[in-house]
């Protein structure tokens, strides 16, 4: 007889934290996300972690603006963008207790899921600690998190970017130690690139053997000088055999039920408190199991067929 499982977490409080490049979306996807899960009906609100974030299409119910913002640190410490940037998320690490925190426990009785728009730099997440060290305190305030790292999909049509675009997101992965979704945002362009891709999408997604890449950077006089970095960058990527991507297009419904499946798997919301379920349900859950066709024909074909 099967046995019935419940969370025993009270009020649990999940979050995404969106990162990646400047220029992949990441704004953008907040804004669709947040309408998303809303009609979903669940309780959630962005929280903007981005002080140089001028350009937000939603309301944020906590705005690391009214604390500090990155033209202020450019005035009055006379640093440039860089290390203006840098100067605000070690400023947020240093009041998270007496403000990011203090602003969140007073949404507890409305929102239990958040979605974090990070700062583009992303040195914040390779080489420095400050965000890390943020995304730690909240983890020990019970926060289930996943990282959301967004990355451009016309980065797949030049051989040095993609290889370049691994790196950066194993080494996010490595730093971050959350669990971690990595995607391929704007992919509803791919049709316009596809013509540039030397590899069917699956390639790219799925990172398959990458010498075949190794092969392409060897027409470009350039990078062939470098053949011998960019084969351990690879050997490098392949031996951890941890990077892989998730295709998005932020204003389809159906591309953003499918990244809603990953992330709730990722971040345990399919477990979340409240929805009991059977063993056999969560396992379902949980493996997600469907065939080759059936996700070919889910997670790549809309990208690259003409609707």
């Known amino acids: 007889m099967l046995q019935r499982v419940q969370a025993k977490i009270e009020n649990p409080r ?19 996300a947040y309408k998303f899960y809303r009609e979903l009906g669940r309780q959630v609100g962005v929280v903007n972690l981005d002080p140089g974030n001028d350009n937000m299409a939603y309301e ?27 100067h605000c998320a070690e400023y947020l690490e240093q009041h998270i207790d007496d403000w990011l925190l203090p602003a969140l426990r007073q949404l507890s009785a409305t929102h239990n899921y958040f979605l974090f728009d990070c700062p583009g730099q992303i040195e914040l997440y390779t080489h420095h600690t400050a965000m890390a060290r943020v995304f730690e305190r909240l983890e020990l305030e019970r926060y289930s998190l996943v990282t959301v790292n967004l990355i451009d999909s016309h980065y797949c049509s030049e051989p040095a ?40 999408v699956d390639f790219y997604t799925d990172v398959l ?26 050997s490098m990527v392949e031996d951890y055999a941890l990077v892989s991507f998730k295709l998005l297009d932020a204003f389809s419904t159906d591309s ?12 345990g919301y399919v477990y979340k408190a409240g ?13 997600g199991a469907e065939t080759e066709a059936l996700r070919q024909q889910h997670d790549i074909e809309p990208y690259v067929k003409e609707q």
């Open 275 to 287: 929805e009991e379920q059977t063993v056999n349900s969560l396992l379902a859950c949980a493996v």
């Open 209 to 234: 053997d990458l010498k075949y890449l190794l092969e392409k950077l060897d027409d470009d006089p350039t990078m062939r000088k470098h053949r011998k970095l960019n084969e351990a960058i690879c």
């Open 14 to 32: 999940y979050g995404q934290l969106i990162i990646g490049p400047p220029g992949s979306g990441k704004t953008t996807y907040c804004n669709e």
């Open 256 to 267: 953003m039920l499918r990244l809603r499946n990953h992330i709730d798997k990722a971040n």
């Open 161 to 200: 970017k993609f290889i370049a675009t691994l790196l950066m997101a194993l080494n996010t992965m490595l730093r971050m130690s959350l669990p971690h979704v990595n995607v391929l945002s704007k992919a509803d362009l791919l049709r316009k690139h596809e013509s540039k891709l030397h590899f069917s």
């Open 60 to 86: 944020p119910v906590v705005n690391v603006m009214q604390l500090i913002t990155v033209s202020d640190a450019m005035e009055h410490l006379r640093l440039g963008p860089n290390g203006a940037l840098m």
